[in-house]
């Protein structure tokens, strides 16, 4: 836990916390914080700073809080995933929180089992935890949003035209290529990058993005696993953005 995130309503007018639980325990068990020790903190959808020890009450601690800067989101990420096997989506939505994606778009394709929208892995507190844990890691306050939407159809003729951003689409024969992203690394740009599942889209569904103005590219000849094409596909993007940004 690289940063303490607080709920708004743990702070006591704005200038001290008293925390339980897991993260207490952490604070006590694995950092093994003193009185006047200091620790980063952040409030969930609101500022970053820190936060001072002034007490240890059995397995609750409080601090005093000071909170001095704005979360930094100079590249806005939607992540649009065909839904993967549940455990493979653990992973994901973890590891694409903490590199920076700011809202999830879990939509059905083709070769997406049906039973996999049943998953208790997309229960809200299920999901909560896991981008919590993802902003732990990155010292974000943004907590992302995850959209779910079982039908295809209606996601892209009804919602994708209503999203803001260039649009990517990452698939295996597409004839673009990373270098040649649409990307003007400028401050405040907005991307919607569609991963589908192994095996790919299918022909329609690509056809139905590109007829909408996403870029279509691959990365090579390798068919990755979709929580490896996840974790390379935003690093690749975040390199480019920073290059392009120069």
Not at 229 to 236: D, M, R, W
Request: hydrophobic fraction near 45%; charge should be positive; charged fraction near 25%.
């Amino acid at each position: 836990m690289n940063l303490l995130l607080l709920n708004p309503a743990e702070l006591d007018q704005g200038r001290e916390t008293r925390i339980v639980g897991r993260r207490a325990e952490h604070l006590l068990r694995v950092l093994k914080v003193e009185v006047g020790d200091t620790v980063r903190l952040g409030v969930i959808g609101g500022k970053l700073g820190s936060g001072r020890l002034t007490a240890i009450e059995g397995d609750a601690v409080r601090l005093s809080v000071e909170l001095s800067r704005e979360p930094a989101c100079e590249l806005h990420l939607e992540l649009i995933l065909a839904l993967p096997r549940p455990i493979m989506l653990q992973r994901i939505l973890k590891q694409a929180t903490v590199l920076g994606v700011r809202r999830f778009h879990l939509i059905r394709s083709r070769r997406v089992e049906k039973s996999f929208f049943h998953s208790p892995v997309l229960s809200p507190e299920k999901i909560r935890t896991l981008l919590l844990a993802g902003m732990e890691q990155a010292m974000d306050t943004w907590l992302p949003e995850v959209r779910i939407h079982p039908q295809f159809k209606p996601f892209v003729e009804d919602i994708l035209p209503t999203l803001t951003g260039q649009g990517l689409i990452a698939h295996p024969g597409a004839d673009g290529a990373m270098a040649d992203l649409p990307l003007a690394g400028q401050s405040g740009q907005r991307l919607l990058l569609a991963i589908g599942p192994e095996g790919g889209w299918s022909d329609y569904e690509l056809g139905q993005f590109l007829d909408r103005g996403f870029y279509g590219f691959t990365m090579g000849r390798r068919i990755l696993q979709v929580d490896t094409a996840v974790v390379s596909l935003l690093a690749q993007l975040q390199l480019l953005y920073d290059l392009r940004k120069r």
